[in-house]
T-cell receptor, first 114, second 109 residues
């Protein structure tokens, strides 16, 4: 199946821990993203990579570090997790960086910090 | 930054009814997309529609860029249409999609 896939689907962890979320797309897209959806369903972009290069870095705490080993993968590592990091994190991709590229989302990772 | 308002915030329909969801935005845009988030949390791209009209089955969308709004029409609604519908826009001066707050739709039998 062609898709954006992210793992794990659920992540429950304690404050202070470090965790990673992995994302892979087999759509042949050049651009990948991380979005955060809060408890009120509001979606906000965190990072964007185009062909492995960081092009958008919103005002996200530097405890969040994205890594793109190749253009098909974009992983998110979070250090020193805080209660406020609890949210659903979505990976997405688009064909190109240009504005006429529809966005395709993964199924999300629900992170719960206790 | 650009403001994106969606209305209504909540909508309850009986199966078979039609509905129109609206997205207003505060600046000119080069990119507008509609998404459906189903009750399982999956986000599905419905339309890429910076201008004009598109149709896909029972769904259609129209964007009037000069008047800064877009409409999503759902005809003969089904229970599987339930979920949250998001509009997302990208202004000409930026390179990122800004999402609206969504319209939560519930279709009942």
């Amino acid at each position: 199946d062609t898709a954006v896939s992210q793992t794990p689907k659920y992540l429950v962890t304690q404050m202070g821990n470090d965790k990673s979320i992995k994302c892979e797309q087999n759509l042949g897209h050049d651009t990948m993203y991380w979005y955060k959806q809060d408890s009120k369903k509001f979606l906000k972009i965190m990072f964007s990579y185009n062909n492995k290069e960081l092009i958008i870095n919103e005002t996200v705490p530097n405890r969040f570090s994205p890594k793109s080993p190749d253009k098909a993968h974009l992983n998110l590592h979070i250090n020193s997790l805080e209660l406020g990091d609890s949210a659903v994190y979505f990976c997405a991709s688009s064909l190109t960086w240009s504005r006429n590229s529809p966005l395709h989302f993964g199924n999300g990772t629900r992170l719960t910090v206790t | 930054g650009i403001q994106v308002e969606q209305s209504p915030p909540d909508l309850i329909l009986q199966e078979g009814a039609n509905s129109t969801l609206r997205c207003n935005f505060s600046d000119s845009v080069n990119n507008l997309q509609w998404f459906h988030q189903n009750p399982w949390g999956q986000l599905i791209n419905l339309f890429y529609i910076p201008s004009g009209t598109k149709q896909n089955g029972r769904l259609s969308a129209t964007t009037v860029a000069t008047e800064r709004y877009s409409l999503l029409y759902i005809s003969s609604s089904q229970t599987t249409d339930s979920g949250v519908y998001f509009c997302a826009v990208e202004p000409g001066t930026a390179s990122k999609l800004t999402f609206g707050t969504g319209t939560r739709l519930q279709v009942t039998l």
